[in-house]
């Protein structure tokens, strides 16, 4: 590992805020990464771990500790188990889109949708990245990581990472710490051989995106090609001379509700069934078995709706300023707050409360932030 003269994160993340720490170190291999965690959890120093800063908002004062800069990099190709799939064993500061742009060029499926999301592969399942459908879950085999609290090295199955919709484990939710305080080294997929070939697309989500019918067909490169596009439309794709990507991506999440809670919104409020559990796990102690088997439960599913319907909806439209506050909503995408150049955290903070307390005031609900908040309160 190589300790470096401390960067304002203003400088390292997308929002463009956020102080110098105390100390800052950079790994650039999977061992010098697991030296420098070691390293400070020993110490017992406060510790962030930083990849690309794409879904981070981080308030502009000092930050106390040590910042470590993921710069690992590395795809390594695996068998499969199964027929007609192949597994990508990607290093944690890979970059996201390089990875999807990769699995596109050699044919692979089941990453497509997510072109053009920033930040780095070790970032991904923690929030459970997802787009147009397609999420981590669905084909994310396992992690190595280290655990704080042992600084052991192990490897963790998907299915043992909780991922959920824009959760994990790993997460820390605002107003909240991680289930398990871990970091990523490496992740591996399980990717579907389908050539470059078209084919048919699967989910609704993504054909609407793509303007297909429920018979259309197109090709891994055609499908990245347009959410590329469409993602630049909304300000959604990293522009240095763009202030309207100047943001953590999606600063509030969709929010996802009962179906009658759904059913109360206006009819036209966009909105999509969360896949329901379609095989769930009963558990029944044998000490109180009686021979009965109770029938599931059955209920409706959740259902996402969009937060930016929400909030555009509410009165604050593409653009919206709090004069004279440097901070405003993108004019591409109301679900994007951006640093319009040189604004403070607190200006951005300032104008993440407003939105929460229109949205609620109309619709009476709390949108949840997306990016991980440090050194800073909403």
């Known amino acids: 590992m190589a300790e470096i003269t401390p960067i304002r994160l ?14 800052m170190v950079e790994a650039h291999t999977r061992d010098e990464l697991v030296e420098a965690l070691r390293f400070v959890w020993a ?9 690309g800063g794409s879904n981070l908002f981080v308030g502009d004062d000092p930050v106390e ?9 590395g795809i390594e190709r695996l068998p499969s188990p199964h027929e007609g799939r192949t597994r990508l064993r990607v290093q944690a500061g890979h970059g996201w889109d390089d990875l999807v742009a990769h699995a596109v060029s050699e044919g692979l499926a089941g990453l497509e949708a997510m072109s053009g999301i920033p930040g780095t592969v070790g970032a ?54 991680p289930e398990r305080s871990a970091v990523i080294l490496s992740a591996t997929f399980d990717l579907a051989e389908v050539g470059t070939e078209a084919r048919p697309v699967a989910g609704v989500q993504l054909r609407t995106a793509l303007g297909l019918a429920e018979e259309g067909t197109a090709t891994l490169a055609e499908i990245r090609e347009r959410i590329l596009e469409i993602r630049a439309s909304k300000g959604m794709v990293l522009d240095a001379d763009d202030p309207d990507t100047w943001s953590a991506g999606s600063f509030f999440q969709n929010a996802v509700v009962p ?25 029944i102690p044998l000490a109180v078995f009686d021979g009965h088997v109770p029938t599931p439960e059955t209920r409706e599913p959740d259902v996402k709706v969009s937060a930016a319907w929400l909030i555009e909806q509410a009165g604050l439209r593409k653009g919206f300023r709090l004069t004279p506050s440097r901070a405003g909503l993108s004019t591409k995408h109301a679900l994007a707050l951006t ?24 619709f ?14 909403l």
């Open 339 to 362: 640093n319009r150049g040189g604004a403070t955290a607190a200006e951005i903070a300032q104008l993440a409360r407003f939105i929460r307390a229109r949205v609620h005031a109309e």
């Open 10 to 23: 203003a400088e390292l993340t997308t929002l463009r805020t956020g102080g110098a720490p105390e100390r």
């Open 43 to 51: 110490t017992g120093d406060e510790w962030l771990v930083l990849g």
């Open 65 to 73: 500790g040590t910042v470590i800069r993921v710069l690992t990099r």
């Open 259 to 283: 179906a009658a809670i759904a059913r109360s919104l206006p009819p036209e409020c966009p909105r999509w069934p969360v896949e329901p559990d379609l095989d769930p796990v009963l558990v």
């Open 124 to 177: 991904a399942p923690v929030q459970n990245i997802g787009a147009y459908g397609q999420e981590i879950v669905r084909t994310l085999v396992e992690v190595d990581l280290i655990d704080e609290s042992t600084g052991e090295v192990s490897t963790v199955p998907a299915a043992d990472l909780g991922l959920g919709f824009r959760t994990s484990v790993l997460k820390a939710h605002y107003g909240s710490v």
């Open 364 to 377: 009476g609900l709390l949108l949840q932030p997306e990016p991980v908040l440090v050194n800073i309160e």
